[in-house]
């Protein structure tokens, strides 16, 4: 397939230029995506996009990425209700060398003749004085041709006070003519014929298109992707926590696996084929044997490998796919062990947390003891009912069975300073010892 017909199958092609899918046929095509560095980090809504130049590299062609420092400063309004915070360019660069790394992941910027390269339209505005970009640029594009854009009209036509809304400042107006002209420099001097993004940006890709022809007489195409939903049609892409990162920092791989894993099976194949390079057969296999038996989460425990290890690694995954048993009775002492800090507290959020003294464990502490009075009474209410689960055998620290109510509690802290307390099949505590 090409890479039209690769796209269309997966499910990622929404609107192309006339004149696209033989341009990108007839040679090595060099196309590009802007990303908006207003965080250190990209998430996984900006996966469909870096999905696109994946493919667009796999196939052939030259992919470059574009940090938007300059625009970044401005911010988009596409698909917004107000106005952005505004960014220092020291932390605009910051986050484009965050960007930068997580981008290495995905494509080849090695010694091939279609290397993936980085821009920054800082580089180029930088210099750009307001007067010369009014007068080179502006005069190129109509206020009627702008006001089209539905980004545009969006913004105009809500009251303001409503959902939110704000007024479109001139700031953001001047966006779209912005981008348009990175287009353009990129098509002047890298040599870019086509710009690729969600299908939300079709009219800021198209102003460029535009200002293309009718500042260099030239042709450049542009080609979007549907933004992906969840089946409800609500936006796809966070938990209830926030955005889901791709820093390991900001969103534990444990939690970023656990957030595939969790798809609903109405969102699962068409997740598995955006967002996993697995051949079409592979995944119709996939999804046949989920049809047989859904109970087992085929599709979305294989979404959640491909892509908690493209984006973190083979190890993280393994890592989050023992931490996900804990929870179900599974996985013993040197599991836990093996968990680092991140990942411990992610498996256990939301569980209650006690802390004690660790002075308290070094002195010898009674199971009773330690169930009830050391930890507030929060564990148990009473050393009675604490000593009765304990000779039932309810009572786990650390997946070992408490077998007498006198036996002394380890000092062996996981981390160095916490013990996972386990009452009956699923009442579960974090004691953290300091």
């Not at 017909?5 to 046929?25: K, V």
């Not at 996009?49 to 420092?69: D, F, S, Y």
């Not at 309810?394 to 996981?414: C, F, H, M, W, Y």
């Amino acid at each position: 397939m090409n890479l039209i017909e690769e796209l269309r199958w997966r499910g990622m092609l929404q609107d192309t230029m006339p004149g696209t899918e033989e341009q990108l046929q007839k040679e090595m095509t060099t196309a590009y995506i802007g990303f908006d560095p207003t965080a250190s980090s990209l998430h996984i809504g900006n996966l469909a996009t870096i999905m696109l130049l994946v493919h667009l590299q796999r196939a052939g062609h030259k992919p470059v990425a574009l940090v938007g420092g300059a625009t970044g400063m401005i911010g988009d309004p596409s698909g917004k209700s107000a106005e952005r915070n505004l960014l220092s360019e020291e932390v605009l660069r910051d986050n484009q060398n965050g960007i930068k790394k997580q981008l290495e992941k995905f494509l080849n910027f090695g010694d091939v003749p279609n290397a993936a390269e980085m821009v920054n339209n800082y580089d180029w505005f930088k210099d750009f004085s307001f007067l010369d970009f009014l007068r080179n640029v502006g005069k190129h594009l109509t206020v009627n041709y702008m006001m089209k854009k539905d980004s545009v009209k969006k913004r105009i036509t809500a009251q303001e006070g409503e959902d939110g809304a704000e007024g479109l400042s001139f700031t953001e107006f001047s966006y779209q003519l912005l981008q348009g002209y990175d287009y353009m420099h990129l098509y002047k001097h890298k040599n870019v014929r086509l710009q690729m993004g969600g299908s939300d940006q079709w009219g800021n890709i198209t102003s460029g298109t535009e200002l293309i022809r009718r500042m260099e007489g030239g042709k450049a195409y542009a080609l979007t992707t549907p933004l992906v939903t969840k089946a409800d049609g609500s936006k796809f892409g966070k938990s209830e926590s926030g955005n889901v990162w791709l820093d390991p920092n900001m969103t534990s791989p444990y939690k970023f696996y656990q957030f595939w894993l969790n798809v609903g099976d109405d969102e699962a194949e068409n997740l598995i084929k955006r967002f996993t390079l697995l051949t079409q057969e592979e995944i119709a296999a996939l999804v046949e044997e989920h049809a047989q038996a859904p109970h087992l989460r085929v599709l979305q425990k294989a979404l959640a490998k491909e892509v908690t290890t493209t984006v973190h690694s083979l190890e993280d995954y393994e890592q989050a796919v023992e931490a996900s048993q804990i929870l179900f009775g599974k996985g013993d002492l040197e599991t836990l062990r093996s968990l680092p800090e991140s990942t411990l507290m992610a498996v256990f959020e939301g569980v209650p947390q006690i802390e004690i003294s660790k002075e308290n464990l070094a002195n010898g502490a009674q199971a009773v003891d330690f169930l009830s009075e050391m930890t507030q009474n929060q564990i148990f209410e009473s050393k009675g009912e604490a000593k009765k689960m304990i000779q039932n055998g309810g009572v786990s620290i650390n997946r070992q069975k408490v077998a007498k109510p006198d036996e002394n509690i380890t000092s062996d802290l996981l981390q160095g300073k916490y013990l996972v307390v386990q009452k009956g099949k699923k009442n579960y505590y974090l004691v953290k010892a300091l």
